[in-house]
């Protein structure tokens, strides 16, 4: 078998772990990143090796989330601007980036989900663009007690073409990073009410 092809398996104890591999000298030794399906499986491969297993851990954030229209109320079809307000409640420093989905109509690292009549309505159509070409994105360092704010224009999601009260579902998606390499993803998420005037 050719032990520079991208495409590889190892079979150790009963465990067949398929994944990509890298060549790492000219030794014929290689790295293999796979996955497996349950953490027996996972100790049977450490075993062979001996190994301990590292697992993944909760990094131990904490934060308050906060959405906000800018506006008691809007206009039909006028910008609706929200504020995200993520408050560091925590004992650890949160890291992650801001950005890198936003080269397009719309900043894809937000998501959200609106109703009609408060949330007892239908669940209004996304008919925004959610084409993006990536972006630059920022490193952000949230200590405790800190604040990270955003803003965001939820019309290049949504047209709100009749008046009354909307609820809204909002997600911010982060990576996380910590010192250790480990990253881990989070949703920031939370409601609110956007009015609309007649």
Not at 26 to 47: C, E, H, M, P
Not at 94 to 106: E, L, T
Not at 109 to 114: D, E, G, K, P, S
Not at 137 to 165: A, C, H, I, Q, Y
Request: positive net charge.
């Amino acid at each position: 078998q050719d032990i520079k092809s991208t495409h590889q398996a190892a079979y150790i104890d009963g465990v067949c772990v398929i994944g990509t591999g890298q060549v790492l000298d000219n030794q014929q030794r290689s790295t293999l990143v796979g996955y497996f399906n349950s953490i027996d499986n996972a100790n049977k491969v450490a075993k062979a090796f001996s190994i301990k297993p590292k697992l993944r851990q909760h990094p131990g954030h904490k934060v308050i989330v906060k959405w906000t229209p800018q506006k008691p109320s809007f206009n039909p079809n006028d910008p609706i601007e929200l504020t995200l307000t993520v408050m560091n409640v925590g004992k650890v420093d949160i890291n992650f980036i801001a950005g890198g989905s936003q080269r397009g109509a719309r900043d894809n690292q937000f998501a959200f989900i609106a109703h009609s009549d408060y949330r007892n309505g239908k669940a209004v159509p996304d008919t925004g663009d959610p084409v993006n070409f990536g972006g630059i994105g920022s490193f952000v360092n949230l200590k405790p007690n800190e604040s990270f704010t955003k803003s965001v224009d939820v019309s290049k999601w949504f047209r709100f073409t009749e008046s009354g009260s909307y609820q809204l579902t909002c997600m911010y998606h982060i990576e996380m990073s910590s010192d250790d390499g480990d990253l881990w993803d989070d949703f920031l998420t939370g409601q609110c009410l956007v009015r609309i005037k007649k």
